[in-house]
Each structure stands twice: as C-alpha cells, then as structure tokens.
C-alpha cells in the first residue's frame, strides 16, 4: 500500500494528509471532551456534532497557510515541530474566540487545553510514523549499515540526510566528548572511540563515514590511523554545508586520500606575497597543462593578473586547462584576458614573440619532464627539455625584458642519481649564472618534493591495484619520499617567486619524509582490507615489491649542504645557498654538452653531465633505449665474427 501512495501525484498526497486530519482532529476534540468529564455539561456533549465541523474547517486552512501540507514528510526533522505548535495555537485561538461565538457553544478554556495537547501529539506522531513508514519503502533493505564518526552538528544532520538515502543506515555514533558518551542523538546511540572495534563487530558495520568537518589535518590522521588498525573501511563525507546547499550529495562518499593521510595544517598564505608578481600584471605559464602548471594557473586567475598567457606542447592538456579557465574566470566574473599557445620551451624564437609580444612581466617555467624512470630511457629529450629548453626560455624572457623569471625545480636536483635531477640541477645552475650576469630579469627557483595527486603520484596507483584485489607493488620496503598537495605547492611557489633578489633557491618545508610501504598499507587498511603477509595469512591484498627502477633513489632530500639554509618571511619557505658555475664555464660546457646531444653520443652525454652537475652521481648504467639495443647488437655482432 505503501509504495502505491508514494507513486501517487503530490496532490494526492496533499489531499490524503488533509482527509485524515479533517477525520482525526475531531476525534481529539473529543477526546478532550471525555477527558474533561468531571465538568463536562449535557449541552457541551449535544453539541459535539457542530464541533466536529467547526475544528477542520478552522484548524485545516491555519495548517495550509503554515505549510505543514507542503512537506514531503519523508524529509521532515524537528523543525516541524515549531510548525505543527504554531499552527496548532493558531487554529485554537480562531476556534475559541470566532467559531464559538459564532456557533454559540460554550464550553470551558481547559478542554481547550486538552485539545490544543491532543492535535499536538497527533500531528506530530503521525508524521513520524508516516515518515519511517515511508523511509523504509523508499531505501530498502539493502543499505550499508555505517557508523559515523562524529557526533557534532554535521554527523547530526549527515545522519538525518542519511535516513533517506538507498545507500548507507546509521546505526551507531562515534565521538571523543566524554559529554556525549551514552547519550542518543536523533534515535541514534552515542559511542566513544575505545568501544569502536567492540559496537562494529556487535552491530555488523565494516565502514565508518567521517563527518568532523572541523578537524585539523593532524587530528584527522590521529583519528585515520586508530581506524586503520581496526581494518574498517573509511570514507569521508562531503562538507554538510555542500549537502545543504546542493552542490554535493549523500552519496557522495569518497575513499580516504592521501591528502587526509598525509596532509598537513595550511599556513594562511601572506596577500602581498601572493599579488606581488601577479594581481595586474601579465603572466606565463610554461607547462600550463600539467600538474603543477595548471594549478598554478588556477590559482594565478584569481589573484586578476591582466592577462594569462598558458603554453603547452600537449594540445589536449592545453585545451582542458584553457577551457577550465575560460569557465573559471566567467563564474568569478574576471575581465582576465587568457591566452593559449601550442608550443615548445626549446623554441626560442616562439617563446620571444610571445613574451615580447604580450608584454609578459612574470614568468612561471613548469615545463619538464618529471618521470624518472621515463628521463632515465631517453636522456638526450629529458636534457633538452628541462635543461636547454629552461636555458632557451630564459634567453627569450631577458631579451624581451620579462621582469620575474620563478622555475619550477625539483627535490631529485640534490645530489641526483638520475638524468632527470641532474637536468633539473642543470637549469638552476643556468639561472644562477644568468643572475649574476647582472640581468633585468630576476631570476628564483622553488624546490620542493613529491606533490600529491600529480600525474605521476604513486597514490592513484595503490587506490587503482587496492579495488583490483591486488597486488600492491612497490619498489623497495624502505623507499621514503616528501609530499605535498599540489594547491599548498603552487601557492607557495607563487610567494617564494616573489620573495626572490636574484639567483635565489628556495627550499619549501615538506614536513617530514613518509615511507611508502607505510603509506600501502593504511591505504590497504582503511579500504577495509587486511595486508596478505606470514604474520597475517588470510589477508586479501599482497604487497609486492618489483625493485628500483633505473635512476630511482631510495631517500630524497632538499638541500645539497646540511647547513646552508636560511629562514625567510615566510615560515615554510627557506632560501638555500648552492655552489654556482660563472657563465663563461658553464657556456662552454653546456657547447660540449649540446654537441653530444646531436650526435647521440650516451658515453660523452653522461662523462658532461656528471662534469657539469658535480653531485650527479649516476645509481644505473646508460638506460638510453636505442643505445642500449644497440650495444645488444654490436656484441651479438662481435660474437658472430669472433
């Protein structure tokens, strides 16, 4: 029958909810009546039949104009109460002072009373009945019983928009406030912490919605880390208020990121800082399309530069970051002009015309390739791209006068084991030079770490091989990295760019290194999974570890020296003193290079890269693909003859 009058138009509901209660509110009038028969008179009772009229015909049209006919009851919560009270007291006072008047029946104030207590309670129970009634058709039986974490304003009212989704039953509270132990919040009991593992095992719950919105990083990874020992799958909600306003749903539930594993408190940035190179002026982003660039220009949009100038040699990652900003500076009503170019840093004739062009002021160079493994196979582009594409781009920026040049650096430049480091430490050595030339252009480079979410993050991977069944690989057991969230990195390159003199390396505080085998297993933990391994031979998901990869370094670091760092305005942005190389050097040496490059010459390529970044100290033989089949080749071809 239920599910019959669900399917109904809503004016038939409307209708059905007024029928009954011109039935009902009669029957509580006389009830008042018969609870009031100490005093009750012959004449009272022989005029029940105008009463019977007289309470719908003023308590109905009251509850309409109130609007208790207009709410769906399966979303109805305590504010309904309010509602029904007022609307009650209302109808009341109009039959009391105007029908009885009318109709000539009196009777007394107290059975007034009664009544106005007897519709109260009815209006109220029967929505609430009507409401659970009503939630149970529409969810089902097949809803994922969850606790929630979080018995505050948002794990109330996640758990009120829960009632009626077809997804998830709350059953249980979790929270720490010793006040709210053993209290019930909407129905729904009050747990601490310490009972967790006991009161989900006792109500079959294997997931735990988090709902404490106001929770520092540090707290919510305490809180992270206490669940993944239990082996339940975490899932945070999104914020109450996204719910409320409709930009997010229920059911819009996700698994836990490394960026609530690993993240850290934000650091209000500095205004001045942020603005200083950008808020007014005209700015380029080099690699616009990728992970750091396209942040950077998200974030560059915002702080209203004049114009925004986005170059990128993919023409798919230039056209979504271009159309994402055409979108972006429509909604924040900017009059931004933004300007995409498909090209390449290692064309210095294009990169002049455009920035002399457009009159760039700040140049932002992300342009690189990143992947180590991927560099350390084709060494001759990763050298061009990252070291003579930043050397190109540079010449191009102070022949056009460009005010800021802030390159985009990298951890792995410090005492590099792969080509793609030493090509990094490479071209800040060649803005180093260029600095001390005494150029118009100032020149500064942020290093920084590994930044969550990129497109080389190891973390989308673990997620990908966790919902797989497994394996989960990993190169070696103790293999340690820095992270950061890629919008925390771009802000802070922004404001070191502005900070910078000339010739400046500024170093940004990672926070403390993470070992990656930790890290597998709390991903594998709070997805609900148990690690497959001697001590624990049931579990589901195995990790396996493949071994490092050419070039790849088991620990990572951001200064060359220990002691050669200082504190700047900012507390989570160092500035580090480097050895340099004086330009007439390091031109002669980047001739050498270049000539090996145009010949292919490996052997030559990596005795000057190793000449010119002292520090490089190559961890694999030449992993060049071609020279490498060749050398197969030559020996086989030895062989033969011998």
């Not at 760039?360 to 493994?373: E, G, L, R």
């Not at 919008?487 to 403390?512: K, N, R, T, W, Y």
Request: include cysteine; charged fraction near 20%; aromatic fraction near 8%.
């Amino acid at each position: 029958m239920k599910y019959i009058f669900l399917g109904l138009p809503r004016i038939y509901k409307q209708l059905i909810a007024a029928t009954l209660d011109l039935v009902f509110l009669p029957l509580m009038f006389y009830c008042a009546l018969a609870l009031h028969v100490d005093t009750l008179r012959p004449q009272e009772l022989e005029g029940f039949g105008s009463w019977a009229l007289a309470v719908p015909m003023t308590a109905i049209p009251v509850f309409a104009m109130c609007g208790l006919y207009r709410a769906v009851v399966r979303y109805i919560d305590q504010r309904i109460i309010g509602t029904v009270m007022l609307g009650t007291t209302l109808s009341v006072i109009l039959m009391a002072e105007v029908v009885q008047r009318v109709l000539d029946l009196p009777t007394s104030n107290t059975v007034f009373l009664i009544y106005w207590v007897n519709a109260v309670l009815y209006m109220l129970t029967s929505r609430f009945i009507a409401r659970g009634l009503f939630i149970s058709a529409t969810t089902g039986p097949s809803r994922k019983r969850v606790a929630i974490y979080g018995a505050g304003k948002a794990g109330h009212m996640l758990a009120a928009a829960l009632q009626s989704s077809h997804d998830y039953e709350p059953v249980i509270f979790i929270d720490d406030n010793p006040q709210l132990k053993r209290t019930t919040i909407g129905g729904i009991k009050v747990y601490s912490s310490n009972q967790l593992a006991h009161v989900t095992a006792l109500n079959g719950i294997d997931t735990v919605l988090l709902a404490i919105p106001s929770l520092t990083r540090q707290r919510q990874s305490e809180i992270l880390d206490r669940l993944a020992a239990l082996k339940l799958n975490v899932k945070v909600t999104p914020p109450i208020g996204n719910i409320i306003r409709g930009l997010s749903k229920v059911q819009d539930v996700r698994q836990v990121d490394v960026e609530d594993l690993l993240g850290r408190d934000s650091v209000e940035p500095h205004p001045d800082l942020l603005a200083g190179c950008i808020t007014g002026k005209a700015v380029m982003v080099s690699g616009a399309g990728g992970s750091i660039g396209s942040e950077l220009c998200r974030q560059i949009l915002r702080l209203a530069p004049s114009r925004l100038v986005l170059l990128d040699l993919s023409e798919f990652a230039l056209y979504s970051i271009d159309q994402e900003l055409q979108n972006m500076r429509a909604s924040l009503q900017l009059q931004v002009e933004i300007v995409p170019f498909i090209g390449s840093v290692q064309d210095y004739e294009k990169c002049f015309r455009i920035l002399s062009t457009f009159e760039i002021d700040t140049v932002y160079h992300a342009a690189a390739y990143k992947h180590v493994p991927l560099v350390e196979f084709n060494p001759v582009e990763g050298i061009r791209n990252n070291a003579f594409g930043t050397l190109k781009m540079a010449r191009a920026a102070m022949a056009a006068k460009v005010k800021c040049f802030v390159l985009v650096s990298t951890d792995k430049a410090v005492r590099p084991t792969n080509v793609m480091g030493a090509t990094k430490r490479l071209a800040e050595l060649v803005l180093q030079a260029f600095a001390r030339q005494g150029s118009a252009t100032r020149f500064c480079m942020v290093r920084f770490g590994n930044v969550l979410g990129s497109s080389g993050s190891v973390v989308p991977l673990f997620r990908k091989q966790i919902a797989a069944g497994g394996p989960v690989t990993l190169t070696h057991p103790e293999i340690t990295r820095y992270f950061m969230t890629i919008p925390e990195a771009a802000q802070l390159v922004i404001q070191a760019g502005s900070m910078g003199i000339g010739g400046d390396v500024f170093v940004l505080d990672m926070g403390e290194p993470v070992r990656i085998a930790d890290l597998a297993k709390r991903m594998i933990h709070l997805s609900g999974k148990e690690v497959k391994a001697p001590a624990t031979p049931h579990g589901t998901i195995e990790i396996e570890y493949v071994g490092l990869r050419p070039g790849e370094k088991l620990y990572e670091e951001l200064l060359i020296g220990g002691g050669n760092v200082s504190g700047t305005t900012h507390p989570l942005i160092m500035r580090a003193e480097e050895n340099e190389i004086d330009w007439r050097f390091l031109e002669v040496m980047l001739k050498q290079l270049d000539d090996a490059c145009n010949r292919d010459d490996q052997e030559t390529i990596r005795a000057m890269l190793t000449k010119i970044v002292k520090e490089y100290q190559p961890s694999s033989e030449i992993s060049d693909l071609i020279w490498c089949e060749r050398s197969v080749a030559d020996e086989e071809q030895a062989e033969e003859l011998a």
